[in-house]
Structures are given as C-alpha cells and as structure tokens.
C-alpha cells in the first residue's frame, strides 16, 4: 500500500524553467513532509521541509507548496539551473517516537542547458 | 571526510549466499536506518535501530536481518542471497530529537 504518491516519474525543463513534482498522502496522521534530493551515486539528502501549519515554504530557489484539506504538496524550483539535475523524493512521517519516513517513487529531474 | 560510511559500494553475489552490508557513522546519533531503493518504487524501509538495545522490523523486512553492534555501527544481513533483492541499498541516521535522516553513499547489490 503506498501511502505517498508522487508524480510525475521523470520531468525534463529546459533551464530558467519551473519544474512542479507532486506528491498526495494518505494518512492524515502526518504532520512532516520532507523533500530529499538524490545526485548518482549519492545518498539522498534533505532540501527542505514543511509542517501542516503553514502553507507555503521557501529556500533560496526552492518552495514547498501545502494543501491540508487535498492531502498534496509540491515541490517547485525557480529558475532551475542544469545543476538541480537530480532525482527528487517526497516523503512524510508523523510525530512521535517512530518518526518513520514513508517515500514517495521518486522523480527524475533532468534540467537542460 | 563522510559522516555515514557503508561497505562495500558495489557487490555481486550468487543466489544462496550470505550476504553482510555494513554501516558506520560518526555523527552521534542513536538512530539508525537501512532502507532499500528499486526504480519507481522509491526508498523502503527495511530495518531500524532506536539504539543497540533496540531494533525494530520496518516495512519489508522478510528476507533480511540486521545487528547493531555498537552506536556507530549497523549491519545489514542477507541469509540466503535471491535475485529480487537486487537493489540499492542505504543506511541512515538520526537524532532522536530531529526529523532530519543521514544518508550514506549507498550500496549497490546485484544477485545473480
């Protein structure tokens, strides 16, 4: 059962672009929705993250975009550059002990020069 | 110099073999990971560790077993080696205070 759905599998944009992944959840115990960012041959690693309390978040060129009543949230890259080129997770998880992360499938990103 | 090391990188095995994926970390944390990735299906978990007293079945554990020698250390076992564990497989860690997990580099595990 995938409890985080993300789409789409691949993107590609030419650069200065505005790519938008998104992901839709089903849980509604989650209250932390995280993005990784994977290079090849690399482990993922955090770009940013968001709470359900707020609607939108920024950092630097890259915002997560928040729908509690949709269960879906967003990633968008502004004036994305050949160097984001790069696959990109959702995922989420709820408070508690645990804090175990549900991924979503993954997006492949390719941004062209 | 890597915060979350994993040994080896690349492994090629034959179906029916035992299998160890090995992971250490120097940030401290007490909690520990191993997930694996497939194409399309994104990143599972299949064991962690709250801390060396602790280890807990994550989403697809059948198949796998895992130790956790010390706070630094985890270790990710394959019994009986079977081609559909063919995947990317990483370690990670946490503190227990923070949401945020540390990935290794990965290893790259291909059963013939």
């Known amino acids: 059962q995938q409890q985080v759905k993300q789409s789409p599998q691949s993107l590609i944009v030419q650069k200065g672009g505005i790519p938008i992944i998104n992901c839709a959840y089903e849980n509604t115990a989650f209250d932390y929705f995280p993005w990784y960012q994977q290079f090849p041959g690399k482990g993922p690693a955090l770009l940013i993250a968001i709470r359900p309390d707020v609607s939108e978040k920024k950092e630097g060129r890259f915002t997560i975009s928040f729908n509690k009543s949709a269960k879906q949230f967003s990633l968008h890259i502004m004036d994305s550059q050949p160097g984001d080129s790069a696959t990109y997770f959702c995922?989420?998880?709820?408070?508690?002990?645990?804090?175990?992360?549900?991924f979503g499938s993954g997006t492949q990103l390719t941004v062209l020069p | 110099d890597a915060d979350v090391t994993q040994t080896p990188r690349n492994r090629i095995t034959k179906t029916g073999k035992r299998i160890m994926l090995e992971c250490s970390q120097t940030k401290g944390h007490d909690r520990m990971y191993w997930y694996r990735q497939d194409p399309g299906l994104g990143l599972r978990l299949i064991y962690y560790s709250f801390d060396v007293k602790d280890i807990n079945k994550g989403e697809i554990s059948d198949g796998y077993s895992v130790s956790r020698q010390a706070q630094a250390k985890f270790s990710l076992s394959l019994e009986s080696a079977i081609p559909n564990q063919t995947a990317l497989y990483f370690c990670a860690t946490s503190d227990p205070d923070r949401a945020e997990q540390f990935f290794g580099p990965g290893t790259r595990l291909t059963v013939l």
């Open positions: 995922a989420a998880a709820r408070s508690g002990s645990a804090r175990q992360l549900t």
